[in-house]
């Protein structure tokens, strides 16, 4: 199975600031996903991120609010950019095992915004 | 419309009882259903499968009606440690996993 960390773990940001999570992955993966979990919800997908080429991002949301780098295959970013206290939530790195068919989730960045 | 609608719950249970969820889906190219668990705080984790023909791993019974888009999860003899939220996801092979918003259940001494 996949081992997958995310820094950081938390952080309380300003409104209109911005802060990048890292995701790092102990094998290499060719797909790797970034889902948000606001409170008492269920996960959404926010995008695909893409090693060598931009980002897929689901409806609802754009590059310029996440800007997600995917330099190699085991390592992305995802950067909330100018945030709102409606930012709030859990952002959460996610991986496909090709092998195993499953889907692996890191522990998750908890994000709040005053 | 959701795309995977799950009665949110709580299920408070007591310890032994038998408890089942429900969940329906939205997408009929969806190929693949899962179970996950996501205890509180914590990331969602893998629980099972879910296979056409039904499926059994312990005291825990997966079933999947595809006429129907309907799954369902079985969970026999309930232990304390079982009170967690159950997520159903459905998978339809193109892109990533899709979430329902979980069902919470609670198991009482």
């Known amino acids: 199975s996949a081992v997958i960390s995310q820094k950081p773990s938390r952080d309380i940001c300003q409104r209109g600031t911005s802060l990048t999570i890292q995701c790092q992955v102990d094998s290499q993966v060719t797909m790797m996903f970034w889902y948000r979990q606001q409170p008492g919800q269920s996960l959404t997908l926010i995008a695909t991120a893409n090693q060598g080429s931009e980002a897929t991002y689901e409806s609802g949301f754009v590059i310029d609010k996440f800007p997600i780098s995917r330099p190699n295959l085991t390592f992305s970013t995802l950067t909330v950019s100018n945030m709102s206290p409606e930012d709030s939530s859990i952002y959460l790195c996610?991986?496909?095992?090709?092998?195993?068919?499953?889907?692996?989730f890191g522990p998750g960045t908890r994000l709040t915004v005053t | 419309r959701k795309e995977v609608e799950q009665d949110p719950g709580p299920f408070n249970v007591p310890e032994g009882a038998t408890v089942a969820f429900n969940c329906t889906y939205s997408?009929?190219?969806?190929?693949?259903f899962f179970w996950y668990r996501q205890d509180c705080r914590k990331e969602p984790k893998l629980l099972m499968s879910v296979y056409s023909s039904g499926n059994e791993d312990g005291r825990f019974t997966a079933q999947l009606n595809r006429a129907s888009q309907y799954i369902s999860l079985l969970i026999r003899d309930s232990k304390l440690s079982d009170s967690a939220t159950y997520l159903c996801?459905?998978?339809?092979?193109?892109?990533?996993?899709?979430f329902g918003s979980g069902t919470r259940l609670q198991v009482q001494p």
């Open positions: 997408n009929s190219a969806s190929q693949s």
């Open positions: 996610s991986v496909h095992d090709k092998e195993s068919r499953e889907q692996y």
């Open positions: 996801v459905c998978h339809t092979g193109r892109r990533a996993l899709t």
